[in-house]
Structure formats: C-alpha cells, structure tokens
T-cell receptor, first 114, second 120 residues
Framework: AQSVTQLGSHVSVSEGALVLLRCNYS??????LFWYVQYPNQGLQLLLK??????LVKGINGFEAEFKKSETSFHLTKPSAHMSDAAEYFC????????????FGKGTRLHILP | GAGVSQSPSNKVTEKGKDVELRCDPI?????LYWYRQSLGQGLEFLIY????????KSGLPSDRFSAERTGGSVSTLTIQRTQQEDSAVYLC??????????????????FGPGTRLTVL
C-alpha cells in the first residue's frame, strides 16, 4: 500500500528565505510523485511531478523537488520565498502501473512572514 | 472557461437532509474523481469514474454516499441524510484517459474549485 507523510502541518518562512516542505512516501513499487498547491478558496493546481525521468524536477513558480529513492523522499524547495507563495501544499503518490488513484498527504500550510 | 467546474460553490443544509453536488469535468476527460477535504485531514479519496463506470468506490465513507456519472461527462455526488461530520469541501478532478501504450499514473488531474458543504 502507498502512503505519504508530510512533516509539519504549518511552516513559516520569511520573505526571501529558502522554502523547504518535506514529503516522505511509502510504496512497494516505483511511484509517481506529485506536489499540488492550493491557494485560498481555490482548487488544487499541479506544481510538479516525478515520473521516473530526471530525479530533480522543476515546476511552476520557481519550485523544484528532488526524488531520493534511498531516503524515500520528495521534498519541495524554492530558493527565495515570495508573499504570493502563501498557500497549502500537498504531496501525493500514485502507483505506476495501475489506476490513477492518487494518495495525498495531509498538506502543509506555508506562511510567508514579511 | 475550459476548467473543471463544480456547483454549488457553497451549500448549507440541515442535518438529515439530502444534498447533491455536481461536477462538470474538462471536455474530453474520461476519468473523474471525487475527494473530500476536511479541516486538518488532508484530501480523502472518495470515488473514481472511468467513463460512466466506477471501478473504485473504496473511499465512500458510508452507504449514505453515492455517485453517478452520465454520458461520460457530468457527475453527481449525493449524500443522503446528511450528518454534521459530512461538513467539508468536496473536490472533483478530471484527467485524460490513459493513452494507449502509455504507463498509467502520469496523467495530471485537474481540480475544480470545490463545493463547501456545511451541515448544521
């Protein structure tokens, strides 16, 4: 069975500082991994996804994530936080060779301090 | 617009009443998903449609919940005899059918804005 753990339900960083949102997954087979962002009162939007090509994946809005099989991690980073990055971020995993049901983590709310 | 739409955006109902939530997927998307987002609980998978059939209903929390999809397009999620614990945001997503020869799982899901259900 697959699962996703996001460490920290709330993360606060200062504007201009590094953003690091942690995600660890559990999967018995090679996974696909995703990060989604949800801005206030909006639906989820795909930030980036890992599908077994490059382990360092670049997404929208300057975010990137690195797939580390040895650590079963897929942490999301951004070098310099912007006020507009304040949102909730969800890590998700799905099975490569089965249906497209995605398992989501509980989410991390990112707060940007001025 | 061309995105996933959901209606109503907000629904307030009394305990014990039935509610219907609607999802209009992106045109041409054959896969459709329903999720529930409760405060502090993340996203909970409810049901998945491929065309009009639902190969995975494993996430429906009780027999008060049902969903249907007609014409391979619009889907309706129905909650009967609503309870206060049903209060949540219900999200719908759609994606393209798995292309022939492609590996499953990499089709992006496009989400609607959700329906916020409040049961008093």
């Amino acid at each position: 069975a697959q699962s996703v753990t996001q460490l920290g339900s709330h993360v606060s960083v200062s504007e201009g500082a590094l953003v690091l949102l942690r995600c660890n997954y559990s999967s018995s087979v090679p996974p696909y991994l995703f990060w989604y962002v949800q801005y206030p009162n909006q639906g989820l939007q795909l930030l980036l996804k890992y599908t077994s090509a490059a382990t360092l994946v670049k997404g929208i809005n300057g975010f990137e994530a690195e797939f580390k099989k040895s650590e079963t991690s897929f942490h999301l980073t951004k070098p310099s936080a912007h006020m507009s990055d304040a949102a909730e971020y969800f890590c998700a995993v799905t099975h490569r060779n089965r249906d497209d049901k995605i398992i989501f983590g509980k989410g991390t709310r990112l707060h940007i301090l001025p | 617009g061309a995105g996933v739409s959901q209606s109503p955006s907000n629904k307030v109902t009394e305990k014990g009443k039935d509610v219907e939530l609607r999802c209009d997927p992106i045109s041409g998307h054959t896969a459709l998903y329903w999720y529930r987002q409760s405060l502090g609980q993340g996203l909970e998978f409810l049901i998945y449609f491929q065309g009009n059939s639902a190969p995975d209903k494993s996430g429906l929390p009780s027999d008060r919940f049902s969903a249907e999809r007609t014409g391979g397009s619009v889907s309706t999620l129905t909650i009967q005899r609503t309870q206060q614990e049903d209060s949540a945001v219900y999200l719908c997503a759609s994606s393209l059918e798995r292309a022939r020869g492609r590996v499953a799982g990499d089709n992006e899901q496009f989400f609607g804005p959700g329906t916020r259900l409040t049961v008093l």
